[in-house]
């Protein structure tokens, strides 16, 4: 009783980065604190606002100075960053000052980690301010120690393998692309290492992940990464199902598909079908868009296949006149609803982080097949570690049709199936169990709560 009468009306402002793999985690962690009771505002860009609608979350415009189209507006990297900078300080800047004059100050900014600099601004306004990532602990360590000067790029073949306390050994294949060839995406790589810039003046630090998961990896942080665990940020009705009508994101840059694809799933028997995936910003070359078109027709098995308007120019001729009743392509659909769906019995996914995550969450088998950056280091857990799913082997061309269906014969048919599904299940369960109440990840959200309404 003590302690409500110093409660206080908490207010957050989240600021993520404007692609779909950064709005979806950072606006479910706006959703996990409006159901606690703080006041939670989505702060995003001009571009992207139209396409975010979430219960209990308010939504904002910031600028990023290219207000119509975004990133499209100018292609490159570096001068997008800059110019979000400049014009997203002072536009977010004028946001709190908006809400402080309607009589609902702000308490705190929750910020992607690429946007170091909104934590200077709140540290300008006299409010709190808390770094969000949105990939593996596993990978922060890697950038971490890179920005610490304990590991230095370019990353050598007698460097390898390469061996950091709380992870597992890594070979050249394991190492996000940008160690191996640092001058490859110079923008990139800076923008991952700017995301412990002033991380130390931070208030808090938060990782898309859970204690079972990852918590080894933290602890081989220790002294260098302050990240509390608080994932996995899925929308509640396939975890703990404590957030009301919490079925979808609330955020979708493109029209989702899903009612063709539960119709077509509804003819298709349990565990039968392989759900094909690279998610929002992958593109393959034509010629391995035709070893995994191949590789999925001779394999033999059903299969949904998410592929973008623009690549459908890249599929092998006569392909979408063989398959048939097997075989279904959409340009996007919910991918949640489709990973829990009984007939999916594999998923073929780049591994990005939140990909795995809901792979992981909703207890389905894997087969890996990053492409960049941090999918490579996610697929080596995938395999190797949580033991979910097998990594499909390169050559100088990508993966071979011949490697897809090996792949997907082990994981759907194979010895190992029953094991991999078992694993499947167990990590799903875990999952559960870190977000509902008294969760590890749960439990650090409320400490964060508490904090904001309390202190």
Sequence with gaps: MEQNKHRVHAH????????QGHINPLLQFAKRLASKGVKSTLATTHYTLKSI????????????????????????????????????????????????????????????????????????????GAAFFTNSAAVCSIFCRIHHGSLHLPVEKNDLPLLLPGLPPLNSQDLPSFLRLPESYPAYLAMKLSQFSNLSKADWAFGNTFEALEGEVVEGLAGLWPGRLIGPMIPSAYLDDRIEEDRGYGASLWKPLSEKCIKWLETKSVNSVVYVSFGSMVSVTAKQMEEIAWGLKESGMNFLWVLRESEHSLLPNGFLDSIREEGILVTWCNQL?????????????????????????????????????????????????????????????????????????????????????????????????????????????NDFVNHLMYA
């Design 12 to 19: 957050v402002i989240v600021v993520p980065y404007p692609s």
């Design 53 to 128: 609608s979430a219960a209990n979350v308010g939504v904002e415009p910031i600028s990023d100075g290219f207000d119509e189209t975004g990133f499209a507006q100018v292609q490159n990297v570096h001068l997008f960053l800059k110019s979000f900078r400049e014009n997203g300080s002072k536009s977010l800047s004028q946001l709190i000052q908006k809400f402080k004059d309607s009589g609902s100050p702000v308490t705190c900014i929750v910020y992607d980690a690429f946007f170091p600099w909104a934590l200077d601004v709140a540290k300008q306004h006299g409010i709190y």
């Design 337 to 445: 609803e489709m990973l829990a769906n009984p007939a999916i019995g594999c998923f073929v996914t780049h591994c990005g982080w939140n990909s795995t995550l809901e792979g992981l969450s909703l207890g389905v088998p894997m087969i890996g097949v990053p492409q960049w950056a941090d999918q490579l280091t996610d697929a080596k857990f995938v395999e190797e570690i949580w033991e979910v799913g097998v990594r499909a082997r390169e050559d100088e061309k990508g993966v071979a049709r011949k490697e897809l269906v090996k792949c997907l014969k082990e994981v759907m048919e194979g010895e190992r199936s029953h094991e991999i599904r078992r694993n499947a299940s167990k990590w799903k369960k875990l999952a559960k169990e870190a977000i509902s109440e008294g969760g590890s990840s749960d439990k650090n959200i």
